[in-house]
């Protein structure tokens, strides 16, 4: 499994870099696996409509969507506790949506 990061301006143009940028040949993901918004009766509009959108843009890239839903916070497998490198709000965001792409 190869990773990827990407530096946008907002989450939806993050997920269409990465579903554009991602694969290796003519091996590609098929697959967005997406975490279930709980909040999206408590916030703006305008997330909801973002969230909304990036389902959509995977379905006119034919991928398919998964949406996650767990009743605990889902770990990051292979991040070190002690790990202190990175940027906090990346983390932050990352750990909220938990974008996860498979072959």
């Given at each position: 499994m190869f990773s990827l990061?990407?530096?946008a301006?907002?989450?939806r143009a993050g997920v269409q870099s990465?579903?554009?940028?991602?694969?290796?040949?003519?091996?590609?993901?098929n697959t967005l696996v997406l975490g279930f918004?709980?909040?999206?009766?408590?916030?703006?509009?305008?997330?909801?409509?973002?969230?909304v959108n990036i389902i959509k843009d995977a379905f006119e890239l034919k991928y398919g969507v998964a949406i996650l839903r767990v009743?605990?916070?889902?770990?990051?497998a292979g991040e070190d506790?002690?790990?202190?490198?990175?940027?906090?709000e990346v983390r932050?965001?990352?750990?909220?949506?938990?974008?996860?792409?498979?072959?």
């Amino acid at each position: 499994m190869f990773s990827l990061t990407v530096a946008a301006p907002n989450f939806r143009a993050g997920v269409q870099s990465m579903l554009g940028l991602t694969g290796l040949g003519k091996v590609r993901p098929n697959t967005l696996v997406l975490g279930f918004k709980n909040d999206w009766q408590n916030v703006h509009d305008d997330k909801v409509d973002e969230y909304v959108n990036i389902i959509k843009d995977a379905f006119e890239l034919k991928y398919g969507v998964a949406i996650l839903r767990v009743n605990d916070n889902l770990e990051m497998a292979g991040e070190d506790e002690d790990s202190s490198s990175g940027d906090e709000e990346v983390r932050k965001m990352i750990n909220y949506y938990d974008i996860l792409s498979s072959f």
